[in-house]
DNA sequence: AATATTATGCAACAACGTTGCATTTAATGT
DNA sequence: ACATTAAATGCAACGTTGTTGCATAATATT
C-alpha cells in the first residue's frame, strides 16, 4: 500500500486511487494487461478514459511498456528502472495460445541481430507464442 | 496482371478485381499495410467490409501474414510458400520511426533463444524499430 | 485552510472491426 | 453460349477501442 505511493511518488505522480488499483493490478496479476484486462478486474470503479490515460502516464513515466501481440496491445510492468527520459528493454514475452496469457521473460535477452547495411535499431520486441509450463504439464 | 490470378488460383481462390487489387497493392508498395492503407491507396472502388473480409481470407489461406506493430496491425505478403494449412515466418520486421513504414527483411531469421524448460514456442515475432536506410542517407 | 495544479468523469466523437442478409458475380457442366 | 450453383460483394447496423474538450473534483503546497 505505502509501496505503490513510493513507486508512483518516484515516477513524479500524484497518488489517486485509480492510480494505485491500476498500479497493483499490474504487480498482482503478474502477466500483461490490457485496458479491457484492467476495465474487468477494476469493475465500475473508474471511467473507462480514466484507465486509458492512466495507462498513457504509466507508459510515459516509464512504470509499464507496451507489449506487442497480434490480437491487441498490453502492458506490462517495467521490471528495470525505467523512467520518462529512457524506456530501455531487451527481454522476450512469451504468449501461451492455450491459457492467453502474455509475460515477460525478464532473464531471457534477446540476442543480437546483424543487420544490413544501413539500418539503425533502436528498440527491439520478440513475441514468441507457444505453450507456457502450466498449460504444457495438463 | 496474369501471375495474380495464378497467386489466386494458387490458393484456392476466386479472381476478383477486388482480390487483385488487394494483392497488387501489396506487390507494389513493398512495405507492410494496414487496413487503413489499403482503403487509401483503393480510393472508393470497395466497400469498406469487402477488405476486411479480403484480408481476413488471404492471411487464412497463406497469402499474407501479420505484422505486429505498437500502432496497430499490419499486413505483408508472404514469400515462403505458405498455404492454408500451414504459415511459417522467421523472418525480422523493421519499422522506421521517421518515414512509418514495416519492412520484412526476408533474408534475416531470427536467432535461436534457449526458453525455460517447460515452454514450447510454436512461433516467433521479432519487430526491430529504429531508422531505415532511406531515412538515415537525409 | 486557501491556492494552484493536476486528475477525473462525462459527453461526444472518430477509428476500427464484425455480422446478417439481399444482390451480384465467378466458376462449372451442359 | 447459357443455366446452375456456390461464393463474393455491398449495405446497414452494430460493437469495440481509443481520443478530445470541458466542467468538476481531488491532490500537493504554502
Known amino acids: 500500500m505505502e509501496q505503490l505511493r513510493e513507486t508512483l511518488k518516484g515516477h513524479h505522480l500524484r497518488t489517486t486511487t485509480c492510480r494505485e488499483d491500476v498500479l497493483s493490478a499490474f504487480i498482482n496479476k503478474k502477466n500483461a494487461l490490457s485496458h479491457g484486462d484492467l476495465e474487468g478486474a477494476l469493475g465500475?470503479?473508474?471511467d473507462r478514459v480514466t484507465i486509458y490515460r492512466t495507462l498513457k502516464t504509466f507508459l510515459e513515466k516509464g512504470i509499464i511498456h507496451k507489449v506487442l501481440d497480434d490480437e491487441g496491445l498490453r502492458y506490462a510492468l517495467c521490471s528495470h528502472q525505467c523512467s520518462e527520459e529512457?524506456?530501455?528493454?531487451?527481454?522476450i514475452h512469451f504468449k501461451c495460445s492455450i491459457c492467453g496469457k502474455t509475460n515477460c521473460l525478464e532473464n531471457l535477452h534477446i540476442p543480437n541481430v546483424a543487420l544490413p547495411q544501413g539500418y539503425q535499431p533502436a528498440s527491439f520486441n520478440l513475441l514468441i507464442q507457444g505453450t507456457c509450463?502450466?498449460?504444457v504439464a495438463e
Open 44 to 46: 465500475e470503479s473508474y
Open 86 to 91: 529512457k524506456h530501455q528493454h531487451d527481454h
Open 133 to 135: 509450463p502450466e498449460c
